[in-house]
């Protein structure tokens, strides 16, 4: 059984006490979805393993919402595991772990843990002398999106990640908590033994059949959209058309942010860009978007692995055509549903009267990828069977 509870409380006491009030049962596991500033959240535990998460939004039947505590609640047979390490040792220990039918990751996508870790890693890019140094470097405080799933994709098990990566970050942030201690640069798998009912989709066009028919789609479909070669590795970008990424939107009248190391550590650090990189994958011809930001950076950092794609991309601003309505034709109603967070910056006004569509419960968090069965050619499916995006994906579950 899996229950679903909201509550406009911040005070972490206060808010246990309100959820408690409605339940029906005894869970084995409880997650709480926090919106907005919270003090304490790690005190947000019931008799259980608990999870508390950092989200942007709350969706309810009665509306959306920028703070309170949203507890997804089950009693079923459901096993919390924690795999710390760089990416490659948490891949290799998820391959010899038991992976249950469905698999829920919960991970901060990138994590810088204190002042200290900021200031070595500072000192290690002042020493780069090449692009693979550089991807090195960032894999120390990036899980890439597509390389965590791969475990649960080449064990056919379904899987469907949070990349948690708050719209403001910081060292330190995002803060999650397992049974009341921050879980850290860390992955949680919650691992259940029935399969839920979980649909992945994305508000693109289907992908094209080949690289050329891909990236004619992305043009029309992305305003001011442009061809582009990158110099990448892994997880690192070096050049667009043979300039940084800062050069390259100087050329273009953009700027937006200029000291990385002031906005980091003063937790000013803004999540979310206009504009990106559309990559086309060499293995299917789907496409994954990197949004870029104008920091004075040698190299740039990828939220996932590089080296699946092409080197020619398509650079744009981050614009839809058929908006709202592209929208509305993938929702469907559903008991809980993850909107990544960029729908809410750029459907504002009009995101309430989306969500009544719904009728459930859900939230708005960064970037759901997916690994299973997919209904369609989903632009963002970059790899057989591994669905990511770090924009416009939706994930719907059905507990009946």
């Not at 060499?282 to 092409?310: C, M, Q, R, V």
Request: glycine share 8%; proline share 4%.
């Amino acid at each position: 059984m899996f229950e679903v509870y909201y509550t406009q409380e911040m005070e972490p006491r206060k808010a246990l006490e309100d959820i408690k009030k409605g339940m029906g049962f005894e869970p084995s596991l409880a997650i709480f979805f926090v919106a907005g500033k919270m003090e304490k959240p790690e005190l947000l535990r019931l008799n259980c393993n608990s999870i508390s998460v950092p989200v942007e939004g709350i969706i309810t039947p009665n509306g959306v919402w920028s703070r309170g505590v949203l507890a997804l609640v089950t009693d079923a047979d459901a096993s919390v595991r924690v795999f710390e390490g760089n990416a490659k040792d948490v891949v290799g220990m998820m391959e010899r772990s038991r992976i249950g039918s469905f698999n829920l990751l919960i991970y901060p996508l990138f994590f810088v843990k204190d002042l200290l870790t900021f200031l070595r890693l500072r000192i290690s890019f002042m020493r780069v002398n090449n692009i693979e140094e550089a991807s090195q470097i960032f894999e120390r405080v990036i899980y890439p999106m597509n390389t965590i799933l791969r475990p649960f994709r080449n064990s056919e098990k379904i899987a469907l990640a949070l990349n948690i990566f708050p719209l403001e970050i910081g060292i330190g942030i995002p803060k999650i908590f397992l049974n009341g201690k921050p879980i850290g640069r860390s992955i949680l798998n919650v691992s259940l033994e029935e399969k839920l009912k979980c649909e992945f989709n994305d508000t693109y066009p289907e992908r094209g059949k080949s690289f050329e028919e891909t990236l004619e789609i992305l043009s029309q479909e992305l305003a001011n959209a442009e061809r582009v070669k990158i110099t990448k590795k892994g997880l690192a970008i070096k050049e667009i058309d043979e300039k940084s990424i800062k050069n390259f939107l100087r050329e273009r009248k953009i700027s937006m942010r200029t000291d990385i190391e002031k906005d980091l550590t003063q937790q000013k650090f803004f999540g979310a860009t206009p504009y990106g990189i559309w990559f086309v994958s060499k293995e299917t011809y789907g496409s994954a978007s990197l949004g870029i930001l104008d920091y004075e950076l040698k190299y740039y950092p990828s939220l996932f692995n590089t080296d699946i794609f092409y080197d020619e991309a398509v650079f744009a601003g981050e614009f839809i055509r058929g908006g709202i309505k592209r929208l509305l034709e993938v929702v469907k109603k559903s008991d809980f549903v993850i909107f990544d967070q960029n729908f809410m910056l750029m459907f504002e006004e009009e995101i309430v009267g989306i969500m009544r569509e719904i009728g459930g419960h859900g939230i708005f968090t960064s970037y759901p990828s997916f690994t299973g069965k997919v209904e369609r050619k989903l632009m963002s499916e970059i790899e057989n069977d591994i669905c990511v995006n770090s924009g416009h994906t939706i994930a719907f579950l059905n507990f009946k």
